[in-house]
């Protein structure tokens, strides 16, 4: 253990200091208030400043999945040659309430990053779940997941020279690993968060050997993380926190940010950095009952700057209602049956 400490510490930018964590990790500290980096905002640069989602040219504002039930949950978009690809779980047959066994892993391309995206093709069958598709830096495509996917030897990653498949199982893997996110460090080493936020692993290449480094103390009921680095090579996790009160508790929650300097020593702000509201492009917006697996978007090569965030919704309001839903709370409708229809997001930073 002591090597894997000292082989993170050795290679990890220290540039944070107690000042700048003040701002967490997300800006630096002077005269007394933080001056937040895009697309961070609020006196700790605590908060994300989002943009309206469109909902003029997107049937009900969904990037992808659509109605009376073609559920979808959560997605990773990558550009390339001018084509947006997403790669998102959607139903096979039914709602969420299926995603045991009836999610399979969808490649949709589009021309413009927030979508809509249609459907090129199903890039891993059922069961395949979560998908996070990275690039390595010589350009093989990299699907982490769980599941798997139609009987194949991997439930940890796939990989493909292109986005189009046909994709490879991965002949290592960390062993169970549950709603991975990955992410490569600017030394080199590629990190996967794994046990849906509660375990840290490495390789020093994706087709290597995975090391686990060690676990992650991750506060009750944060879950799907969405790993990445910024341009001081600081950690940064963006999770889902859901809530299981009903709706009368007025206790509704939907995202957690978690920051460290060292990958080792890790801070969960409690302040949500995103919430259930949504604004749109047409002026008006909507309150989601949960949104889910968020994940990071990043243009070009430096995947230090998140442009925008996809996320799952379900479209259950809030509202005294939600006691029908199982745990009669709002965050649990997605998996109750006939409220079960969920879509995905994509929600852009303001990055000027």
């Not at 047959?93 to 995603?99: A, E, V």
């Not at 498949?165 to 996967?192: E, I, Q, R």
């Not at 950095?273 to 994940?295: I, L």
């Not at 199982?326 to 079960?340: F, L, M, N, V």
Request: proline fraction near 7%; charge should be negative; aromatic fraction near 12%.
């Amino acid at each position: 253990m002591l090597f894997f400490v000292s082989y993170i510490v050795g290679f990890v930018l220290l540039t944070s200091t107690s000042a700048t964590e003040l701002c967490s990790l997300n800006g630096e500290y002077k005269d007394g208030a933080c001056v937040c980096r895009m697309p961070w905002e609020g006196e700790k640069c605590e908060v994300i400043k989002v943009l309206p989602v469109d909902n003029l040219e997107h049937p009900g504002a969904s990037a992808y999945g659509y109605a009376p039930n073609v559920s979808s949950w959560g997605a990773s978009i990558i550009e390339d040659d001018g084509e947006y690809h997403m790669f998102v779980a959607q139903m096979k047959t039914g709602g969420l309430i299926g995603w045991g066994s009836q999610s399979e892993c969808v490649h949709a391309t589009s021309k413009s990053m927030d979508g809509p995206f249609i459907k090129s093709d199903v890039a891993l069958s059922n069961e395949c779940h979560g998908p996070v598709v990275i690039r390595d830096p010589n350009g093989e495509w990299l699907m982490f997941h769980q599941g798997d996917a139609g009987g194949s030897s991997s439930s940890f990653m796939h990989h493909s020279t292109k986005p189009t498949g046909p994709w490879t199982p991965s002949k290592t893997d960390p062993g169970s690993c549950g709603m991975p996110t990955a992410a490569y460090h600017p030394n080199g080493t590629l990190f996967v968060i794994c046990r849906n936020g509660h375990e840290l692993v490495r390789a020093d290449k994706w087709d290597g050997t995975w090391v686990k480094v060690m676990p992650l103390v991750t506060p009750s009921s944060w879950e799907d993380p969405s790993l990445y680095f910024d341009v001081d090579g600081n950690w940064h996790v963006m999770y889902h926190v859901y809530a299981l009160e009903p709706y009368s508790s007025g206790i509704e929650t939907y995202s957690g940010h978690a920051f460290s300097v060292n990958g080792l020593d890790w801070t969960f702000d409690q302040t949500q950095p995103f919430g259930g509201m949504v604004s749109f492009t047409d002026g008006t917006n909507k309150t989601f009952a949960t949104r889910e697996r968020p994940q990071l978007i990043f243009v070009g090569e430096n995947r230090t700057t998140p442009v925008g965030m996809t996320s799952a919704v379900s479209p259950q309001p809030l509202g005294p209602w939600c006691d029908q839903c199982h745990e009669k709370a709002c965050s649990q409708c997605k998996i109750t049956p006939g409220r079960d229809w969920t879509y995905t997001i994509y929600q852009p930073f303001a990055t000027n």
